[in-house]
């Protein structure tokens, strides 16, 4: 099983960008987690098999979305307004076991994981 991230890059405050994870297999649970320099691995957001659940970390609400699409095995993190606070590796996860997991499920709850993409946003 495979996941892989992509869709970071270098973008200005206030600016926009949309993350997107493939699987190479259908998942259930799927979420994003970013790591900051120095910093803890932290949830940023997390939906269900079927989309209809979300949750969002108090930091993202309002500026990020999380949506998939099954028939792609594809989950997506559309970023805006984004602040320097948010430069962080963004790593995907995914749970082949759990059609939900919520806001406070950590890292070590999904049994799937990408190899993260870099968010650099400049100030």
């Known amino acids: 099983v495979q996941l892989q991230a992509y869709g970071g890059g270098l973008v200005q405050a206030g600016g926009s960008l949309r993350l997107s994870c493939v699987a190479s297999i259908s998942m259930y649970a799927m979420a994003w987690f970013r790591q900051a320099p120095g910093k803890e691995r932290e949830f940023v957001a997390t939906?269900?098999?079927?989309?209809?659940?979300?949750a969002y970390a108090d930091s993202v609400k309002g500026r990020f979305t999380i949506s998939r699409d099954n028939a792609k095995n594809t989950m997506y993190l559309q970023m805006t307004s984004l602040k320097a606070e948010d430069t962080a590796v963004y790593y995907c996860a995914a749970d082949s076991r759990v059609w939900y997991r919520g806001y406070d499920a950590g890292p070590a709850e999904y049994n799937y994981w990408g190899q993260g993409t870099l968010v650099t946003v400049s100030s």
């Open positions: 939906i269900s098999r079927g989309g209809g659940s979300t």
